[in-house]
């Protein structure tokens, strides 16, 4: 298995976690899918407005476009990404600058969550990926 850190944003798998009923978390299957890019219409989930965990939640160690001036940036996991725009949302979507990281990652309700309420899917996905992020970590078995 191939972390989730992005490391010179070549093009890497990640793992995916499964939430089990009591908590648990495990490692499941691979979702990296090349073939189909986060932007793509036949993505199984729609990304939801104001959510942004994929943007915080996650680190990146690769380099992140700095589109208000020159250098490049990575990231920390837990801290929002700096193309995340006061709307939430992506200034790189759709960019082929955009980290490969952040286009791997696909949205679905395993890593999104399925409650009717976006807050309390934002928490899920938060902790989804705080887990994710946990269990690729170098170091972390």
Same mark, same amino acid.
């Given at each position: 298995?191939?972390?989730?850190?992005?490391?010179?944003?070549? *093009?890497?798998? *990640?793992?995916?976690?499964?939430?089990?009923?009591?908590?648990?978390?495990?490692?499941?299957?691979?979702?990296?899918?090349?073939?189909?890019?986060?932007?793509?219409?036949?993505?199984?989930?729609?990304?939801?407005?104001?959510?942004?965990?994929?943007?915080?939640?996650?680190?990146?160690?690769?380099?992140?476009?700095?589109?208000?001036?020159?250098?490049?940036?990575?990231?920390?996991?837990? *801290?929002?990404?700096?193309?995340?725009?006061?709307?939430?949302?992506?200034?790189?979507?759709?960019?082929?600058?955009?980290?490969?990281?952040?286009?791997?990652?696909?949205?679905?309700?395993?890593?999104?969550?399925?409650?009717?309420?976006?807050?309390?899917?934002?928490?899920?996905?938060?902790?989804?990926?705080?887990?994710?992020?946990?269990?690729?970590?170098?170091?972390?078995?």
């Amino acid at each position: 298995m191939q972390a989730l850190h992005c490391t010179g944003c070549t *093009v890497f798998r *990640v793992a995916f976690l499964a939430i089990k009923p009591n908590g648990d978390a495990g490692l499941r299957r691979d979702f990296y899918n090349p073939a189909m890019p986060s932007n793509s219409p036949t993505a199984p989930f729609a990304c939801r407005s104001g959510c942004a965990a994929c943007c915080i939640a996650p680190s990146i160690s690769g380099p992140i476009p700095d589109l208000d001036g020159p250098g490049s940036h990575s990231k920390p996991a837990g *801290v929002p990404c700096v193309q995340l725009d006061a709307d939430l949302r992506c200034r790189l979507f759709g960019d082929p600058r955009r980290p490969a990281v952040c286009a791997s990652l696909q949205p679905g309700p395993e890593m999104c969550g399925t409650a009717a309420s976006d807050a309390e899917n934002r928490v899920h996905a938060m902790h989804f990926l705080a887990e994710l992020e946990r269990l690729t970590s170098p170091g972390t078995s």
